[in-house]
């Protein structure tokens, strides 16, 4: 059967990475997590307590920066030059500068130049702001996710408790809508929804609701290739 990009676009934490994970498991596809590298060059910058806001630094750190996503206990983790960062990348510090981080355009180009990359062999569930307008704007299913910002709130909230990472509800709620004003307003490939992508605001759906709305469009999509 011939293997499509299906791309996810939408505001922060209204659950992409849980229907992305759970759509590349139903399919058998890949699984690319976009906002980890994103959160991965900004663990790099303030590890090495690096100015972001000096293009030579953060021209010096992408020479510098690998990273590559390996399975770990069934999982999807990401790497930074070799090291599992998968937790260190969701604390909120990171949260904290990584809208900043991802609206330098220097960054944006070496994250979409890897990204679309791994794209080639198709077959591929991608999550983040830019994925249908930027990174893929070919691919064959594009869907924009929303939902109410105190429900995403709540979820990042048992999210980030379920890893051992705590953090106030306010604090939390106010970083993402922080990020999602950043995110949609940058210069430099901003969050929109691509004019050809199908909008789902899963505020009252569960996963099980959420992935199966997803997957009447990708038997739609399939039986019209
Ligand atoms: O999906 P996430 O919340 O882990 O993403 C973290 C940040 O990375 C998000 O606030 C904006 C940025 N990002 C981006 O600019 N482009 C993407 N394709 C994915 C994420």
Same mark, same amino acid.
């Given at each position: ?10 505001? #922060? #934490? ?15 596809? &890949? ?11 900004? !663990?790099?910058? !303030? ?50 500068? =990584? ?60 999210? !980030? ?25 940058? &210069?430099?490939?901003? !969050? ?6 199908? =909008? ?26």
């Amino acid at each position: 059967m011939k293997k499509i990009i299906v791309a996810i676009d939408g505001h #922060s #934490s209204c659950g992409k990475s849980t229907l992305a994970k759970a759509l590349a498991k139903t399919l058998h596809y &890949a699984y690319l997590d976009t906002g980890a590298m994103y959160r991965a060059v900004t !663990l790099y910058f !303030l590890d090495n307590q690096l100015d972001y806001n000096d293009p030579a630094a953060v021209e010096k750190a992408l020479g510098e920066i690998r990273i590559h996503f390996e399975r770990v206990d069934g999982q999807n983790h990401t790497f930074l030059n070799d090291r599992d960062v998968e937790r260190a990348i969701r604390e909120l510090r990171v949260s904290e500068h =990584v809208s900043p981080v991802s609206a330098i355009p220097m960054v944006r180009r070496a994250m979409v130049r890897q990204q679309k990359e791994m794209g080639k062999r198709r077959g591929i569930v991608a999550d983040g702001r830019d994925i249908g307008t930027v990174v893929f704007p070919d691919a064959e299913l594009k869907i924009f996710l929303t939902a109410d910002a105190d429900v995403r709130t709540s979820r990042r909230h048992l999210e !980030l408790a379920a890893k051992g990472i705590d953090a106030e509800w306010i604090d939390i709620r106010n970083n993402l809508l922080e990020r999602d004003r950043i995110d949609s307003t940058r &210069a430099d490939s901003p !969050l929109r929804q691509a004019d050809d992508a199908i =909008v789902i605001d899963n505020t009252l759906l569960s996963e099980e609701e959420q992935l199966e709305k997803v997957m009447e469009q990708v038997r739609r999509v399939m039986s019209d290739e």
